[in-house]
C-alpha cells in the first residue's frame, strides 16, 4: 500500500533557529513531491520536487528531494514565528493525479 | 492567493441532515478534488472530478457524493450526516496532465455536526 510518513510529528524551537523536516514515501510510479505550508486554514503550496533532484529554494525555506532514499527534506533557516505552521508532504502518483498525504508536522517557533 | 474559492465557510448542521458544499476552480484548471481535514490529521482524499467525470474515490461511503459542472465548479453533498463528519472540507484544483500533479486549495468549509 503506498503510503507517505513524515518525522518529526512535532517540534518547537526558537526563533532563529534551522530546522529540517523530513518526508518520505512508498509510492509506485513516482511522479512528484509537493511540500504545502497549513496555517489556520487551507494548506499553501511551497513547492514541487521530481526526481530530478534540483533544489528548490524560496528565501529562508529550500527542499530537496533523494530518489534513492525516497525521501524529501524541507529546510528553513532564521526560523520567524510566522513560520509556525503544520507543513504537509503529499506524493503525486504517475498512474493518478490523487494525492498520498503524510500525516503533517507541527512546528512551533518560541519568540 | 490560489483563485480557488468555496463556500460556505462555516457550516453548523444536525445529525441526519444532508449537506451541500461548493467550490470554485482556479481559471484554467479541468480537476477538482475533495478532501476531508479532521483536527491534527493530515487531508483524506473523498474524490476528484475531472471533466465533469468522477475520475477516483477514497474510501468514503456513498453518501459522500459530488459533482461537476461544465464551467469546472464543483460540489460535495454528503447525506445523513453524523458526528465524525464533522471536519475541514478541502477542495483543491489542478490541471490534469500538467506534469506536476500540483493542487491549490480553497479556503476550506469548516463542517460542525451536532
Known amino acids: 500500500e503506498d503510503k507517505v510518513v513524515q518525522s518529526p510529528l512535532s517540534l518547537v524551537v526558537h526563533e532563529g533557529d534551522t530546522v529540517t523536516l523530513n518526508c518520505s514515501y512508498e509510492?509506485?510510479?513516482?511522479?512528484?513531491l509537493l511540500w504545502y505550508k497549513q496555517e489556520k486554514k487551507a494548506p499553501t503550496f511551497l513547492f514541487m520536487l521530481?526526481?530530478s533532484g534540483i533544489e528548490k529554494k524560496s528565501g529562508r525555506l529550500s527542499s530537496i528531494l533523494d530518489k534513492k532514499e525516497l525521501s524529501s527534506i524541507l529546510n528553513i533557516t532564521a526560523t520567524q514565528t510566522g513560520d509556525s505552521a503544520i507543513y504537509l508532504c503529499a506524493v503525486v502518483p504517475d498512474s493518478n493525479y490523487q494525492l498520498i498525504w503524510g500525516a503533517g508536522t507541527k512546528l512551533i517557533i518560541k519568540p | 492567493e490560489t483563485g480557488v474559492t468555496q463556500s460556505p465557510t462555516h457550516l453548523i448542521k444536525t445529525r441526519g441532515q444532508q449537506v451541500t458544499l461548493r467550490c470554485s476552480s482556479q481559471?484554467?484548471?479541468?480537476?477538482v478534488s475533495w478532501y476531508q481535514q479532521a483536527l491534527g490529521q493530515g487531508p483524506q482524499f473523498i474524490f476528484q472530478y475531472y471533466r465533469e467525470e468522477e475520475n477516483g474515490r477514497g474510501n468514503f461511503p456513498p453518501r459522500f457524493s459530488g459533482l461537476q459542472f461544465p464551467n469546472y465548479s464543483s460540489e460535495l453533498n454528503v447525506n445523513a450526516l453524523e458526528l465524525d463528519d464533522s471536519a475541514l472540507y478541502l477542495c483543491a484544483s489542478s490541471l490534469a496532465v500538467s506534469g506536476s500533479g500540483t493542487q491549490y486549495f480553497g479556503p476550506g468549509t469548516r463542517l460542525t455536526v451536532l
Open positions: 481559471s484554467g484548471h479541468n480537476t
Open positions: 521530481t526526481s
Open positions: 509510492v509506485t510510479n513516482f511522479r512528484s
